[in-house]
Antibody, heavy 117, light 111 residues
Framework: QLQLQESGPGLVKPSETLSLTCSVS??????????WGWIRQPPGQGLGWIGS???????YYNPSLKSRVTMSVDTSKNQFSLKLNSVTAADTAVYYC?????????WGQGILVTVSS | QPVLTQSSSASASLGSSVNLTCTLS???????IAWHQQQPGKAPRYLMK???????NKGSGVPDRFSGSSSGADRYLTISNLQSEDEAEYHC?????????FGGGTKVTVL
């Protein structure tokens, strides 16, 4: 059974960099036709796409976040990662990693990241 | 880029049926969408992929009482024989190229 698990700090200071990792188990990150994504959900709000990455490192980012986002993949560890720099309180949210073909069909449990000093 | 519109809330009695609507923006009426269920405090769970033709494919383990249908730009999720565990937020999703788009979500209350 495929499992995705987000990990990283739950508290980040304003202006610093948010760093999260998604560990994939029960399946290979190289599996075609799948690729991988990050989605976030601010408290009491809807879902927002951050970006997607293929196993070969090709990335697609939300234009509204593109200047602050970097995603990477480590196929040897079956993991992919998210970095969001220059964070503010508006970046406080639950961050989800998920598998994607044409739609997100498998989600991690999510991790709450709070931006506060 | 498509925009998805959902009602903010819906309610129905235990054992009855509820229909949720996700409406695609003008020029995107043929797009395929997905429905996701998000129970309180939990991650979203993929329910089904729903085409403009009304054909749908459900995710693993999704109960038979969840079904989908389409009419024009509207995509529907019908939950029959409503159970207490169906009280959740339901999100629709579509995409344009490699860009996913989500609706605002509909909160379903079971009375």
């Amino acid at each position: 059974q495929l499992q995705l698990q987000e990990s990283g700090p739950g508290l980040v200071k304003p202006s610093e960099t948010l760093s999260l990792t998604c560990s994939v188990s029960g399946g290979s990150i190289n599996s075609s036709p799948y690729y991988w994504g990050w989605i976030r959900q601010p408290p009491g709000q809807g879902l927002g796409w951050i970006g997607s990455i293929f196993h070969n490192g090709v990335t697609y980012y939300n234009p509204s976040l593109k200047s602050r986002v970097t995603m990477s993949v480590d196929t040897s560890k079956n993991q992919f990662s998210l970095k969001l720099n220059s964070v503010t309180a508006a970046d406080t949210a639950v961050y989800y990693c998920a598998r994607r073909s044409s739609i997100f069909d498998f989600w991690g449990q999510g991790i709450l990241v709070t931006v506060s000093s | 880029q498509p925009v998805l519109t959902q009602s903010s809330s819906a309610s129905a009695s235990l054992g009855s049926s509820v229909n949720l609507t996700c409406t695609l923006s003008s020029g995107h009426s043929r797009y395929t969408i997905a429905w996701h269920q998000q129970q309180p405090g939990k991650a979203p769970r993929y329910l089904m992929k729903l085409e403009g033709s009304g054909s749908y494919n459900k995710g693993s383990g999704v109960p038979d009482r969840f079904s989908g249908s389409s009419s024009g730009a509207d995509r529907y999720l019908t939950i029959s024989n409503l159970q207490s565990e169906d009280e959740a937020e339901y999100h629709c999703e579509t995409w344009d190229g490699y860009t996913p788009v989500f609706g605002g979500g509909t909160k379903v209350t079971v009375l």
